[in-house]
């Protein structure tokens, strides 16, 4: 694509990326045919070609973003499926976030869109914070139809998402280690995450039972906190790098003091947010060295499980699994059949689910902010993952999870939950009903002499 950027423009780092990413489109429109967004519109300007035109004349012409622009970009799912099909090897993630925090910078929102992105910076990076808010759901529910009514579905869809019955208190508490409960052959760092220690905190526990019983020390540290995916995606740039930053600082200050094989993530979300910190931090003299260090050892837990005997199952079953493979990890991590892999050799049937490059809707926070387009879009993913009639539903991400659920009483658990149980672990949460599909295998009895 030939672009028209001012020499002193292109002084700006942030200008110079645009341009260069810019130069690699040749506007072919393969990408329109895998985005989400477009299959559902029909809109180019719903389009990554589309938007890509948007972005390319606002970062040129050096104008705060205009209300065009803002819409067409904010409906962005940021799944990255146009990277996946991207023959050219456009790099619209990092352009999509250049222009996210663009528009944050000059854009105007509305008083009530301004509202709701501050109290979600400022509410889901930090668990405490957001368990305190999620026990005033039940005093909002009544008022759902209300907030629907003033032009706020954003607080209706977050009345929506917020668990129905009691939080679940953790089997694991960090910061801390749980030692191998068998001689210790590997020791990682688990990014604990922020909202999903409080909306499913199973999933750290089963990562925790998992790793421990196959000779694996896993270490939660101390001032690591929210991987910064959250609020980067909403475009506030500062407060995703000074995340970023502290996570860097103490993992690095562990690492100091014993190696680790690797940083383990059982949320594809920030799995792909971690293996960008080289990126996010470039400029960073302080950090930049470092985060390109982090970002080598970032793995989600099926990457690094996949490179680890972990033994055969000690369970068997015949549940039949849909296998939902989240943005964040087919076409942000380019992870798509090891957790198939793992599940099937755990003794489940891996069911494929059609259409499965298009997005559930959850992205973050899109299913708060975009509640419409979120809704259209896991209505698609349910009728397609009930077409193939699973008992359960697997997936590696926990806002496709809380998304999913919305939609269907099809049960759905993480992926390492279904593993951990079938290596010797409790019963999944919810999957209490289907218990009785799972039977032991027997221990191998030893040749007498």
């Not at 387009?373 to 009930?386: F, Q, Y």
Request: hydrophobic fraction near 40%.
């Amino acid at each position: 694509m030939k672009t028209n950027f001012k020499p002193e423009r292109l002084r700006d780092p942030r200008t110079a990326e645009a341009e260069s990413i810019l130069r690699r489109c040749v506007h072919c429109g393969l990408c329109t045919a895998t985005c989400s967004t477009y299959v559902l519109l029909g809109d180019e300007r719903d389009s990554p070609r589309g938007r890509i035109y948007l972005m390319k004349d606002m970062f040129e012409r050096d104008v705060p973003a205009s209300p065009e622009v803002q819409h067409h970009v904010d409906r962005c799912l940021s799944c990255l499926s146009c990277m996946t099909t991207c023959p050219s090897g456009v790099d619209y993630m990092h352009l999509v976030d250049h222009a996210r925090a663009h528009i944050e910078e000059t854009g105007q929102r509305s008083f009530s869109d301004r509202t709701v992105r501050w109290v979600l910076s400022q509410l889901l990076p930090y668990p405490d914070r957001f368990r305190k808010a999620l026990s005033f759901a039940p005093l909002g529910r009544p008022f759902r139809s209300l907030f629907e009514k003033l032009g706020i579905p954003q607080v209706a869809a977050m009345l929506d998402l917020a668990p129905k019955g009691p939080l679940r208190d953790p089997q694991y508490r960090g910061p801390g280690t749980a030692s191998a409960s068998v001689e210790r052959r590997k020791r990682v760092i688990m990014l604990a995450g922020c909202a999903q220690q409080v909306l499913r905190p199973e999933i750290n526990d089963a990562t925790i039972r998992l790793l421990a019983r196959r000779g694996v020390d896993v270490e939660v540290v101390a001032g690591a906190g929210c991987c910064g995916a959250l609020v980067h995606h909403m475009g506030k740039e500062a407060q995703a790098i000074e995340q970023a930053k502290a996570n860097v600082d103490a993992w690095v200050k562990a690492m100091s003091k014993a190696p680790v094989d690797a940083i383990i993530v059982n949320a594809s979300g920030c799995g792909t947010m971690l293996k960008d910190y080289g990126h996010l931090l470039k400029d960073h003299p302080g950090h930049a060295r470092r985060a390109e260090d982090i970002a080598a050892l970032a793995k989600d837990v099926t990457e690094f499980l996949s490179d680890y005997d972990f033994g055969p199952p000690k369970r068997w079953s015949s549940l039949r699994v849909a296998y939902h493979s989240a943005c964040s990890m087919q076409h942000g991590q380019r992870i798509t059949d090891l957790p198939k892999t793992l599940l099937r050799k755990a003794g489940f049937t891996v069911l494929d689910v059609p259409e499965a490059h298009i997005c559930c809707g959850s992205a973050g926070v899109y299913n708060i902010l975009q509640p419409k387009l979120a809704g259209e879009l896991r209505r698609r993913k349910v009728d397609n993952i009930e077409s193939v009639r699973p008992d359960v539903i697997a997936a590696g991400n926990l806002g496709c999870m809380t998304q999913l659920e919305l939609g269907t009483p099809i049960p759905i658990v993480h992926t390492i939950e279904l593993l951990d149980w079938a290596c010797g672990g409790p019963v999944p949460y919810g999957l209490e009903d289907l218990a009785g599909t799972v039977t032991d295998v027997p221990e191998p009895v030893p040749l007498s002499r």
